[in-house]
C-alpha cells in the first residue's frame, strides 16, 4: 500500500523503483521506532482498559487457582443493590460539583493577581504554586494533623474564640474539609495553565476596550473571559476527572469513613479489587467511572463547541 | 482584582481606577501577601516542626511561634525515621523508580514522536488519533485490571507475576501518550530541510534522530522530564497495591508506616520534609522550566 504514494511525475522505471524502495524502507525504519512505544501501550493500557470492560462480568479474583467465569451482569446486579457504592457515588459528585466551580475559580483570582506587571508577582506565582510539587501523600499526612481536634486549624480558631469541629471526624465536615485541602493544593496548577490562557490574548484588544471607555469589570466580561474559552474547558475537564479519580486524600486521612461519609468510587475499586482481591467486582466499579468520565467529557466538549458555533 | 489584568493600555485603566479608588492597588497587594501566608504557611510548618519535640509542637500551636524556628530544635526526628523504618531504602528506590522512568521515557516517547512527526508511512495518522484518544483515561480507572494483568503477565526469569519488583513500578509508566504529543508538536517546529540536508549527506534516520532533531529539543526534553518526574516520585496508589517488601519499597508508601505505629507527629513531618523538600528546592532553582512544563500540559484542550 506503500506504493501508490508514487503516481505524480511521468518518472521512469529505475527511477520509480528506488523511490518505492525508500518509501517502504521509511515505512520499516517509522515502525520500528514506534514499535517500544506501540508495545508498552498496548500492553500497559489499550489491554487493561479492554480488560475493565472484559473483567467486570466475570468473577475474577486477584490471586486465584481457578480461572475467571464469565457471570453476565452479577456483579453490577450486586454493585446496584449496594448502599456504599450509592454512598461513595454520591460523595464524589458532591465533591466533584463544589470543587471544580471552587477551584477554577479561585485559580483564575490567583492568575489574575500574579498576571500583573508589579514587583514581586514572580515571587507570589512560585508561592501559590508551591503545593502542586508537594505530592498529595505528604499533603494530607500534614492536613490530616492540621485537622485534627487538637491540631493546628483549631488552635488558630481558638485564639479567635472559635471552638472548631473534629473536621475529618464529624460526618458533616469530613467531605468538605478534602475538598479544601484538594482545592488547596491542585489550585496552582489551575493558576498556570489560566496564565498560559491570559497570555494567548492580545493586548490590542484590551487596548481597543480602554478606548471605548470600557471598565475594567467590562474588559474582563467582554475581552478575557471570551478569550479563555479553550482554557476553560481544559480545566474544566482535568478538575472534574481528577475530582472523580478522588483516592489518595481518603486513603491517607479517613479510609472512607466516618460512616463511609468520604467514601469514593476509586476508593471502593481499591477496597473491593485490592484488599478484597475480588478484581471483576472491581473492574465493573471502574467500568462505571470510565463510563462517567467519558460522558463529562463528551458533556463538557459539547457544551463549549456549541458556543463556539454561536459566536 | 481585575484591575490587574496585564493590558498595555493599563496607565489609562489604572489612572481612572486609581482615582476614584486609591486604595484598590494596596487591597490588592494586601490580598496577594494574604495569600501567600495560605499556600506557604502549612508547609513551613511541616517544615519547622520536624525539628521541634512533639510536646513542643502541640504548645506551640496557638501561637506565632508554631511557624518559627524557635525553642529546643534538633534533628531527634530525623534521626528517629532512620531508626524506626529502613528510610535510606525507601528514599533510594523512589529515586531508581523515577529516574528510570523518566530516562527510559525520554528515549522511547521521542522515538515514537519523531516517527509522526518527521517520517512518511501509512497509518501514522491512525496511530497518533489513538494515541491522542487514550489522554482522557485517567489511570484510576483501569488501575484495579492492570493490577490483575501484570499479575498474570510473565516475568523475565519465567515465573509468572511481575509483583513486588522495579519492574512493575516503571515499565507500565514508560510509554507515555503525552510525552509523546509534547515532542511531536516539538519536532514539528523544527525545520524539515535538516532532514533533507542530512538524508542528502548520507544520514540515516536514527542518525537524523540523534545528532540533528534530539540536540535541538532541548525544551521539550526537560518539559517531558518534570512531567514525567513529578507523578513518579509522588505515586502512591500503584506502589502501595504492587510492592509488598521493604527492597523495593518507595518513599511515599513508606510514610503510611507511621501511622500504624505511635505516632509521632515530629517523625511525620520530618519524613515529609526529607521527601518533599528536595523536589521544592528543585522547583524553586528552575522555575522558569516546571512553570512552562505544567502551562504546556494545558495546550491538548
Given at each position: 500500500?506503500?506504493?501508490?504514494?508514487?503516481?505524480?511525475?511521468?518518472?521512469?522505471?529505475?527511477?520509480?523503483?528506488a523511490r518505492r524502495t525508500t518509501v517502504r524502507r521509511t515505512a520499516g525504519v517509522g515502525w520500528a521506532m514506534l514499535a517500544p512505544a506501540a508495545v508498552l501501550m498496548i500492553v500497559f493500557l489499550i489491554i487493561p482498559i479492554l480488560l475493565t470492560f472484559g473483567l467486570a462480568?466475570?468473577?475474577?479474583?486477584?490471586?486465584?487457582?481457578?480461572p475467571a467465569k464469565f457471570i453476565g451482569i452479577d456483579n453490577f446486579v450486586r454493585l446496584f443493590g449496594s448502599a456504599t457504592f450509592w454512598k461513595s457515588l454520591l460523595n464524589t459528585v458532591i465533591f466533584a460539583i463544589v470543587i471544580v466551580p471552587v477551584q477554577s475559580g479561585l485559580a483564575l483570582v490567583l492568575a489574575l493577581l500574579v498576571n500583573a506587571k508589579v514587583r514581586g508577582t514572580n515571587f507570589f506565582r512560585t508561592v501559590y504554586f508551591l503545593p502542586v510539587v508537594t505530592s498529595m501523600v505528604v499533603v494530607s499526612m500534614l492536613w490530616l494533623f492540621m485537622y485534627q481536634q487538637n491540631?493546628?486549624?483549631?488552635?488558630?480558631?481558638?485564639?479567635?474564640?472559635?471552638?472548631?469541629?473534629?473536621?475529618?471526624?464529624?460526618?458533616?465536615?469530613?467531605?468538605?474539609?478534602?475538598i479544601v485541602m484538594s482545592a488547596w493544593q491542585a489550585m496552582g496548577f489551575h493558576m498556570v495553565i489560566w496564565l498560559s490562557g491570559l497570555q494567548t490574548i492580545p493586548g490590542e484588544l484590551y487596548e481597543a476596550a480602554s478606548l471605548d471607555g470600557a471598565s475594567t469589570w467590562q474588559q474582563f466580561a467582554y475581552v478575557t473571559w471570551p478569550g479563555l474559552l479553550q482554557t476553560r474547558t481544559f480545566i474544566l475537564i482535568t478538575i472534574t476527572i481528577a475530582a472523580f479519580s478522588l483516592f489518595t486524600q481518603v486513603n491517607v486521612?479517613?479510609?472512607g469513613g466516618p460512616l463511609d461519609s468520604t467514601s469514593t468510587v476509586v476508593f471502593q475499586a481499591v477496597r473491593t479489587g485490592f484488599q478484597q482481591q475480588q478484581t471483576g467486582y472491581a473492574s465493573s466499579i471502574s467500568l462505571v467511572f470510565f463510563v462517567i468520565v467519558l460522558a463529562v467529557s463528551l458533556v463538557q466538549r459539547y457544551l463549549t463547541r456549541d458556543k463556539e458555533l454561536k459566536r | 482584582m481585575s484591575a490587574q489584568l496585564d493590558a498595555p493600555a493599563k496607565g489609562v485603566v489604572h489612572a481612572a481606577g486609581e482615582k476614584r479608588r486609591p486604595w484598590l492597588p494596596w487591597a490588592v497587594q494586601a490580598l496577594r501577601i494574604a495569600l501567600c501566608l495560605v499556600f506557604g504557611l502549612p508547609l513551613l510548618f511541616m517544615v519547622v516542626s520536624s525539628f521541634k519535640p512533639d510536646t513542643q509542637i502541640f504548645g506551640d500551636l496557638g501561637s506565632v511561634s508554631a511557624f518559627l524556628p524557635v525553642g529546643s530544635l534538633s534533628l531527634d526526628n530525623y534521626q528517629g525515621v532512620f531508626e524506626r523504618v529502613p528510610f535510606a531504602r525507601f528514599l533510594i528506590n523512589s529515586v531508581i523508580i523515577s529516574v528510570v522512568t523518566v530516562g527510559l521515557g525520554i528515549v522511547v516517547n521521542s522515538m515514537a514522536a519523531?516517527?509522526?512527526?518527521?517520517?512518511?508511512?501509512?497509518?501514522?495518522?491512525?496511530?497518533?488519533?489513538?494515541?491522542?484518544?487514550?489522554?482522557?483515561?485517567?489511570f484510576e480507572t483501569m488501575a484495579l485490571p492492570l493490577l490483575w494483568w501484570v499479575n498474570q503477565l510473565p516475568y523475565f526469569d519465567g515465573s509468572i507475576g511481575w509483583l513486588d519488583t522495579y519492574e512493575v513500578q516503571i515499565i507500565p509508566f514508560v510509554a507515555n501518550a503525552f510525552s509523546i504529543y509534547l515532542f511531536y508538536q516539538y519536532f514539528d517546529s523544527i525545520p524539515k530541510e535538516l532532514d533533507e540536508a542530512a538524508t542528502v549527506d548520507g544520514a540515516s534516520w536514527l542518525r537524523i534522530y540523534r545528532s540533528i532533531?534530539?540536540?535541538?529539543?532541548?525544551?521539550?526534553?526537560?518539559?517531558?522530564?518534570?512531567?514525567?518526574?513529578?507523578?513518579?516520585?509522588?505515586?502512591?496508589l500503584w506502589p502501595l497495591m504492587v510492592t509488598q517488601s521493604e527492597s523495593i519499597r518507595p518513599a511515599m508508601v513508606g510514610i503510611d508506616y507511621f501511622k500504624q505505629m505511635n505516632v509521632s507527629w515530629g517523625q511525620i513531618m520530618a519524613y515529609a520534609s526529607i521527601i518533599t523538600v528536595p523536589v521544592l528546592v528543585l522547583f524553586v532553582a528552575f522555575q522558569r522550566a516546571f512553570i512552562n512544563s505544567i502551562a504546556s500540559s494545558g495546550v491538548k484542550g
Open positions: 500500500m506503500a506504493t501508490t504514494v508514487v503516481t505524480d511525475a511521468p518518472a521512469s522505471d529505475p527511477v520509480r523503483r462480568f466475570t468473577n475474577a479474583r486477584l490471586i486465584s487457582p481457578v491540631g493546628l486549624i483549631n488552635a488558630l480558631l481558638g485564639r479567635l474564640g472559635i471552638v472548631g469541629p473534629d473536621w475529618l471526624g464529624d460526618p458533616r465536615t469530613a467531605l468538605f474539609a478534602l486521612m479517613t479510609q | 519523531f516517527a509522526l512527526s518527521r517520517l512518511k508511512f501509512p497509518g501514522q495518522k491512525l496511530v497518533l488519533g489513538v494515541i491522542l484518544a487514550t489522554l482522557i483515561v485517567p532533531v534530539m540536540p535541538l529539543a532541548g525544551p521539550a526534553i526537560a518539559t517531558v522530564a518534570i512531567l514525567t518526574f513529578l507523578p513518579a516520585w509522588n505515586s502512591y
